[in-house]
């Protein structure tokens, strides 16, 4: 248990760095949260310091949700008994609480959405795949990322529930929850964008 513990704890500092910040830091001097929407992601990166340093940070993101997965929750031994997936959740999931709310910047981080990516990449290719598509077809009908981000965090239990029950394709029940709870989770660090885009 104790090996559990550390894992969580390591992937949450991991998801905790907060990579626009010290971006935005070390390039301009100022801290992103003051500028552009305020939110320290890639997509206001790119809006504050351009299309370069805005794709090393989301990079960066998405690598902060593979490597807890891949490397980090590994870690615990096999005579916990608990399924390997469900530790690469738990530490996927932490990854991500730290980029929402990093301990590196008063729990004021991004909207989890590149983090989630590098998580789903790793524990469910076919879905990322399918969200990827929904991201980038929402993307350039609409032009506005969090409408493509909240679309495609909406994609993600619909294709698990559709591979689960319509294709009949293994997918385990904490991987199935997981991504319900993704997609509410995404929706509510939008909630501010989703204000901005009812009373446009």
Do not use: Q
Not at 116 to 129: K, M, S
């Amino acid at each position: 248990m104790t090996a559990l513990i550390a894992v969580v704890a390591a992937a949450y500092i991991i998801g905790s760095i907060p990579t626009s910040i010290i971006v935005a830091r070390l390039l301009r001097g100022i801290d992103i949260r003051e500028h552009g929407s305020g939110n320290a992601g890639g997509t206001n990166t790119v809006r504050v310091l351009g299309w370069r340093p805005g794709l090393f940070v989301s990079a960066i993101d998405v690598l902060k949700g593979i490597v807890p997965v891949l490397w980090i929750a590994p870690l615990v031994p096999e005579t916990l008994s608990l399924d390997p997936r469900t530790i690469a959740l738990m530490a996927g999931c932490a990854a991500m609480a730290g980029h929402i709310w990093t301990v590196f910047a008063g729990f004021r981080g991004g909207k989890g959405v590149a983090t989630g990516a590098g998580v789903l990449l790793i524990l469910y290719p076919h879905t990322f795949i399918v969200c990827l598509i929904v991201f980038v077809a929402v993307l350039l009908v609409s032009r506005v990322v969090a409408v493509a981000s909240i679309s495609a965090a909406l994609a993600f239990p619909t294709a698990l529930t559709i591979f689960r029950y319509a294709l009949d394709r293994p997918v385990p029940d904490p991987l199935y929850y997981f991504g319900f709870a993704v997609a509410v989770l995404i929706v509510f660090t939008h909630r501010s964008n989703i204000r901005r885009l009812l009373t446009r």
